[in-house]
């Protein structure tokens, strides 16, 4: 093994010198480009990266057909020209085959680009043929769309079969069998992507009988639906219009027999990687997966987004296993490795520059090769633009493909590379933290994982750091331990002596007025009711000691959020600006006191409003008592202990919500249950007022605008 280290490290030193010289030339040209290249963190924040493709070429511009020279209009026939084409497919030979839909034909290229045959299937013409595949064996089959069927080919372009709508009695009487794409698995199996069918694929076996629908999408499911089927009678739901889920766009398969289907209306789940049993391998995978549970794909530019969600209408993925969709409305190419990873994205300007070499006016297909170039098929500008990887890409997809084999330290100095190059690179802070991890070098992988925002990772190098502490220093810590543990007992040995001396001596003089209030909040802890009918009857509370608490706790609060671990609280990562943390608590404790307030005056509530600003101020005491600690133990806890601290956090939820239920019920004298009808009472008048507070803002902001164009127009006149 060692001999074997030795001799990589030579190659790979040559390959990172060999980049470091060719680099200024390289960034050279990447300047020239009519594209920029970013990535996006599990955050949302833009990183600009060199370019991962740069633009090889243009193929279908100026193919020739040989044999056409001797035609009266050779200078035309001569020249293939494309008419809205609709998909693209590339064999194990790099050839390419374009469904030519407005010509009703399949049009057959070699690896270069160079016209070698078009299929039209004379024997039953297709008609807007809108989708195609070629399995190993050479076989053609086509999405014959006009024709509503699939057609099979030998690999001369001869019919073998034709595929009608499948009669099954599992096909609903009203499905609309419109093929506009398709794909062949290892057994023949054919998956058929239909225009607009929300079921999922229809798979049919190799004799075009009906199989089942496969990998269909989830139907969202809001809180509003929640609602309506709570309160909906069965009659009100019929007249409803039926929610669908989205339907599929399109369809790939890899070498390994995963399929992958892209769909346009949803924005989760918008890429999907189905197992044989149409389970979705994505789910929970990537490192962001702890931030983002429901991972949305098909990126965009900030200053692009305009309310318009990506909608992504093809999918390739190439022998490593990296998947790159394209955009129809954004027109922006996004490449993601094999776990659902972002990688890369780049679009440009198709208004600007639509004559450029790289930019698709409308990507209709995109496909890749066995060298790992793009091919993307333009229906507007009818040519395909190939992009190939740059040194920069091919940098990251060697290293990315070592990660993900688990060949961390080989990829180590390849990962290095690309981090000298691009410090703000994630992928690359990945790389490097798995390969210290592996290593044992935990203090290192801890830090890099939480610069690349990794909760799983930095979780486990926490642990393993945590583990060599507890291991160094357990002798001290039994020390600490039993001396405490002795300096307890003395002190109990000691205070009931002193107690005894101090039976017969004179009364304590009285407390302060102010601290005998703080000290009431202890009592209401332990006595909520009494406590909050003594704050109402008996002048317990007064409103220097409520500010003081609720103070505390609006401070207790800002710091649970700013001061919790990166493991359970992410968003510490990037910073917490605790300004709107603490007026929206604020806001939100005010506007619940005049809520209360006035819910309960006109429901026999006996409390005054000083009353409830007290109440409310001491019922936040959890959020002190259990808030601090549990944030000081999120910095010494994993996620393997993430039961632990969810079940506290839970805890000062819970009790909170009770101290303000009995604080109802002490302060205006209700029973239980009447108090829990206010406190619900209380929450949709908070809503209200929340509500009116936006629309009044919005109409003085469109006040202020009107006069200010007034006043424009009268400077300018």
Known sequence: MKNRRLRIRPVIMVLITAIYIAWPGLQAAASQLPYETYYKDGFGQLVK??????????????????????????????????NQPKDIFVDEKDHIYIADTGNNRIVHLDAQGQYIREIKVEESPLKKPSGLYVDKAGEIYVADTGNNRVVRLDPEGKLLKAFGRPESSYLPAGFKYDPVNLIVDKRGFIYVTTLGAYQGLVQLDPEGEFISFFGPNRVAFSLFDAFKR???????????????????????????????????????????KLNIAGLDQLKGKGEFAALQPEKSYGEFFHFTQQGISPQLNDITVDSAGNITVIDSVWNIVSQYD??????????????????????????????SNSKGELLILDSVNNFIQVLRLSEFGSLVHEANQLTQEGRYEQSEPLWSEVHRLNAHYTPALIG??????????YERAEQLFYEAGVVNGYSESFWQNRLKWFQSNFGTLMNIALALGIVYLLRNTFSAKLRLKRKGAAKPRPRHPLLEQLNHVFYVMRHPVDGFYAIRYENKAGILSSLILFALAAASYGYMQAGTSFIFHPAVHVGVDLLPVTVQFVGIWLGFVVANYLISSLLRGEGRFRDVLYGSSYALFPIILIGIPVTLLSNVLTLNELSIYNFLKLLIVLWAALLLIWMVQ????????????????????????????????????????????????????
Not at 432 to 441: D, P, R
Not at 680 to 701: E, G, H, P, Q
């Open 49 to 82: 990266t060199q370019a991962a493709y740069i633009p090889a070429g243009i193929i279908g511009s100026n193919v020739r057909i040989p044999g056409a020279s001797g035609a009266a209009d050779a200078g035309e026939a001569a020249k293939l020209q494309f």
């Open 432 to 441: 490097l933290a798995k390969a210290a991890y592996k290593k044992e070098n």
């Open 338 to 367: 094999l776990n659902g990873n972002l990688l890369f994205f780049w679009g440009g300007d198709v208004i600007t520059a639509t004559s450029k070499t790289g930019i698709v006016k409308t990507p209709a297909a995109i496909a």
């Open 666 to 717: 002490g302060i205006h004298n209700y029973t239980f249950i009447e108090a829990i009808f206010i406190i619900l009472l209380t929450l949709l008048a908070l809503a209200i007022i929340v509500v009116l507070i936006f629309i009044l803002i919005s109409l003085s902001i469109e006040l202020v605008n009107f006069i200010n164009s007034l006043y424009q127009e009268v400077v300018i006149r």
């Open 230 to 272: 709570f309160v909906y009678t069965r009659e009100m739901y019929q007249r409803e219009l039926k929610k669908l889920p989205g339907a599929i766009a399109n369809a790939t398969i890899d070498k390994n027999g995963f399929i992958y289907t892209v769909t346009k209306e949803i924005q989760t789940d918008q890429v999907k």
